[in-house]
């Protein structure tokens, strides 16, 4: 099988362009799965559709469970499709903390899927289906409208200069109309462009090193942060981080949640040093207890994002809490 796609991937040359094609196949065996042929071809579109639904290049052997995850992963995206008419969609905002003054200083927007049949959807689930089916691009402009617009209403509220991070597909990433439409709402807003960063992952970055730092430098150019999520869990070459001039990075939770019992930190530690020879600022996600708020502070971590202070907070809760002053954590 393997053989047989790794031939069908070959580029086919028509009209001197070399065109790529896409493999996805799906297998269902006579008398294993079905004796009855109209079933058998019908288990084998299943398959292959179950194939298409997980990504490029893959085959599928038929089982009971595949259908069932296809079947839903239709469902998911049939339901998706109307989730923005609907009204399905909102924001939930994670505070951001600096460690030395334990100041709110920015927020995360997360984005939250409440559908009427399927209940809450995580954007794990979702945003994979968003990203298969282009649907990314309608969500993701609405993410970073309703952000913009949020946060220039507690800009107003507050006059604390409080970023707002909004996290970016590289399908949306990729498009040439994304620092316009970035331009767009700022300017519609009147939302200084100093307060949106804009979150991107590492694999953007290795995939096409001159188009995306093209994209970069224009949305640099607004005025617009820009940080690197989930540091660590790709690629993490240190060359682009030369290259680009990077406002943040994120560490990722992978190298946080399990310090101190099964791991010693050396990643974090590695990272922060890395990012202070670079002059980097740097943020950790998913720090739940005080042993790692401990630790991440001695090793000069200046920002924190994770339930040990907040969890993300609906508009309203973040709201109140940049108005009203819960009390912090005072350890
Ligand atoms: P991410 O950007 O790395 O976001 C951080 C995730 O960690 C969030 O999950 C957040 O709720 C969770 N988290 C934060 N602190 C803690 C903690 O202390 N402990 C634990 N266990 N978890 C913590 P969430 O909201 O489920 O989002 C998952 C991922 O979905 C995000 O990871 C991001 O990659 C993606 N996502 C969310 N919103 C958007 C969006 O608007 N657009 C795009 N393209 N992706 C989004
Ligand atoms: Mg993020
Ligand atoms: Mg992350």
């Avoid at 991937?9 to 799965?33: C, W």
Wanted: hydrophobic fraction near 40%; proline fraction near 3%.
């Amino acid at each position: 099988m393997n053989k047989m796609m790794t031939y069908l991937k070959e580029p086919v040359v028509i009209e001197n362009e070399k065109v790529y094609l896409n493999v996805s196949i799906g297998i269902a065996v006579f008398q294993e799965d079905s004796a009855d042929l109209e079933k058998l071809i019908e288990y084998g579109n299943i398959a292959k559709n179950y194939a298409l639904q997980t990504g490029d290049n893959t085959y599928v052997f038929y089982e009971k469970e595949i259908r069932v995850n296809y079947l839903n992963n239709l469902k998911l995206e049939t339901e998706l499709r109307s989730a923005l008419e609907k009204n399905e969609l909102s924001l939930a905002y994670q505070p951001q903390v600096q460690v030395e003054t334990r100041a709110i200083i920015a927020s995360e927007a997360l984005l939250r899927w409440n559908n009427e049949n399927l209940g809450p959807v995580s954007p794990e689930q979702f945003i994979p289906v968003a990203e298969r089916t282009d649907l990314i691009i309608p969500i993701g402009n609405w993410v970073l409208e309703e952000a913009i617009k949020q946060n220039k209403k507690w800009y107003d509220i507050t006059n604390k200069k409080i970023v707002v991070a909004v996290n970016l597909s590289p399908i949306q990433f990729k498009r040439s109309d994304l620092p316009q439409i970035i331009k767009e709402l700022l300017e519609k807003y009147q939302m200084p462009a100093e307060l949106l960063e804009i979150e991107i992952t590492e694999g953007i970055l290795v995939e096409n090193m001159e188009g995306t730092s093209l994209q970069l430098e224009k949305i640099k150019a607004l005025g617009v942060k820009v940080a690197i999520d989930d540091f660590g869990t790709g690629y993490s070459s240190l060359k682009y981080l030369q290259n680009f001039n990077f406002d943040k990075l994120k560490i990722d939770r992978e190298f946080i949640k399990d310090y101190p019992q099964h791991d010693t930190g050396s990643i974090a530690k590695t990272i922060l040093n890395l990012a202070a020879q670079m002059d980097i600022n740097v943020i950790a996600e998913g720090v739940e207890t005080q042993e790692q708020f401990l630790f991440l502070k001695e090793n000069h971590c200046q920002q924190i994002q994770g339930y040990y202070f907040h969890k993300p907070l609906s508009a309203k809760d973040f709201e109140m809490l940049l108005t009203e002053k819960i009390t912090d954590r005072v350890d």
